[in-house]
């Protein structure tokens, strides 16, 4: 056992005499290390990043009668489920499809990336993000030039905006359908409750005919629930009870933000590589030369 330990055994000194020994071999491995991590940006396209803010507000004081029709398509929509629609794969080939500064074989290849592997080519191409303790939804969009970093930001926002604001039109279009069929049934129920009323003896003290305009009483109050909410799905229709709004536009940025901008860092961390290279070169060669005077001993 002592003779494996002191066979790993290693002294330090001696270590950094073979390496001053060896500096030239040792500065050529850290330049080397050092220009092959700045020269590897250089061969990566070029990356511009694009932010975009926006606001996601919903109006809680608007009356909703939804979750007692079960109308579960018009409840309020969240900020993260804003999140995940904004970087859905579909979402975001339609805004591509839209883009204006984009060339036609750049649009085919972000397309075809989307379409092979969409977790993989959204990961290069978009980052959303809800900031902590907001209501306010950050994209920020990559592209291979300014122009096209903020198109993709900005087509992407609109595209959605476009697409929220349609799909609630419908809903709200169901919803008013719906609305309407309900307030006729209970308007004729009411009806039909009041005319029972009306042809039955006036006897107070009958309790057939207490019970007939308590039935009257259930159904007026069912009626006018009703007309209230028909009211208030009218009012939000105009208002627009969920407000997405965009609060600070997609900028054009004028420096690179990808690989290319980060040469210093690429250039240290080769230069690390090429240090460890260095100091496994010089164990190596202490090895070799203790190696050497003990077969000579």
């Given at each position: 056992m002592d003779d494996k330990e002191q066979e790993y055994e290693i002294d330090l000194a001696k270590l950094g005499k073979i390496l001053w020994r060896k500096k030239k071999q040792v500065m050529a491995l850290c330049v080397a290390g050092a220009a092959l991590g700045f020269a590897y940006p250089m061969t990566q396209p070029a990356s511009y990043s694009s932010t975009i803010e926006v606001r996601v507000k919903t109006d809680e004081r608007v009356a909703n009668l939804s979750d007692t029709i079960n109308l579960a398509e018009d409840k309020p929509i969240n900020i993260m489920s804003i999140v995940?629609?904004?970087?859905?794969?579909g979402m975001?080939?339609?805004?591509?499809?839209?883009?204006?500064?984009?060339?036609?074989q750049e649009r085919d290849r972000l397309i075809s990336a989307l379409q092979i592997d969409s977790k993989a080519a959204l990961k290069t191409i978009l980052k959303i993000e809800n900031i902590r303790g907001t209501d306010l939804v950050k994209i920020t969009?990559?592209?291979?030039?300014?122009?096209?970093?903020?198109?993709?930001?900005?087509?992407?926002?609109?595209?959605?905006?476009?697409?929220?604001?349609?799909?609630k039109q419908a809903i709200q279009s169901r919803k008013a359908d719906f609305l309407d069929k309900q307030v006729a049934d209970a308007k004729k129920a009411l009806m039909d409750a009041e005319e029972k009323v009306a042809a039955s003896p006036n006897n107070e003290s009958s309790q057939s005919y207490r019970q007939l305009q308590r039935e009257v009483k259930i159904k007026e109050d069912i009626y006018a629930n009703l007309v209230k909410e028909q009211e208030s799905s009218k009012i939000r229709e105009q208002m627009n009870s969920e407000e997405i709004q965009v609060v600070s536009p997609a900028n054009l940025p004028s420096t690179e933000s990808g690989p290319r901008s980060k040469k210093k860092v690429y250039a240290a961390a080769?230069?690390?590589i090429g240090a460890l290279l260095s100091l496994g070169y010089g164990l190596f060669?202490?090895?070799?030369?203790?190696?050497?005077?003990?077969?000579?001993?």
């Open positions: 995940e629609l904004l970087q859905s794969p975001v080939e339609k805004a591509v499809k839209n883009m204006d500064s984009v060339d036609p969009a990559e592209g291979r030039t300014p122009e096209q970093a903020q198109e993709l930001a900005q087509k992407l926002t609109d595209t959605f905006m476009q697409s929220h604001s349609s799909n080769g230069f690390a060669c202490y090895r070799k030369e203790t190696k050497r005077e003990e077969d000579n001993a």
